[in-house]
């Protein structure tokens, strides 16, 4: 059972491509604020809400999962860089779906 456990989380945790950014932490503490406002009071609208929010998140994590899976990225940078002196750096982006 234990071992069932710890390969689900390591499947839903390995190679996530994915950041929290500081607005997607915003969100998320409004969702706690609007689940504890649900609890304290039991109005139903504020049910609705937070399966909302939390239908956001999930679909914001799926559809950015998908977006970025076969995404190929290539830096190419010059042989030789020195300080104080401008560089071109070439930044290559492939989609592998086709």
């Not at 059972?1 to 945790?13: A, D, E, K, Q």
């Not at 559809?63 to 104080?84: G, K, T, V, W």
């Amino acid at each position: 059972m234990l071992s069932r456990i710890r390969t689900i989380v390591r499947r839903f945790t390995y190679h996530r491509s994915t950041r929290l950014t500081s607005e997607g932490l915003q969100f998320l503490f409004f969702t706690m604020a609007v689940g504890i406002a649900a609890i304290n009071t039991g109005n139903n609208l504020f049910y609705l809400m937070l399966s909302m929010m939390l239908s956001i998140i999930l679909v914001s994590g799926i559809a950015s999962e998908y977006c970025l899976r076969r995404l190929e990225f290539h830096r190419h940078l010059p042989d030789l860089i020195f300080a104080n002196e401008l560089a071109t750096a070439t930044l290559v982006v492939k989609n592998c779906r086709s």
